[in-house]
């Protein structure tokens, strides 16, 4: 197995809304996940545990990612 490496990109809303002007874009590194745990765990106990990482690191910045 391979690590899985959690991620989020944040800001490309307003890189659209602006569009042709620049405007800040993030990637995220929120976590990683060792390679014997992604492949000792199920595929939907991990899409759910990443789904969460995810969404929490969201509402971090006030965001909600289901909403949009």
């Known amino acids: 197995g ?7 990109v944040r800001g490309t809303e307003k890189a ?3 569009f042709p ?9 929120i976590d990683v ?3 014997d745990e992604a492949k000792n765990t199920k595929t ?3 899409a759910e545990k990443v789904k969460e990482m ?3 690191h ?5 965001e909600h990612p289901d909403e949009q």
Do not use: E, K, L, T
């Open 16 to 18: 659209h809304s602006r």
């Open 58 to 62: 969201f509402r971090q910045y006030g």
């Open 54 to 56: 995810i969404a929490a």
């Open 21 to 29: 002007r620049m405007a800040d874009v993030y990637i995220d590194i």
């Open 2 to 8: 391979v690590p899985i490496v959690v991620s989020a």
């Open 44 to 46: 939907v106990d991990m």
């Open 33 to 35: 996940i060792d390679a």
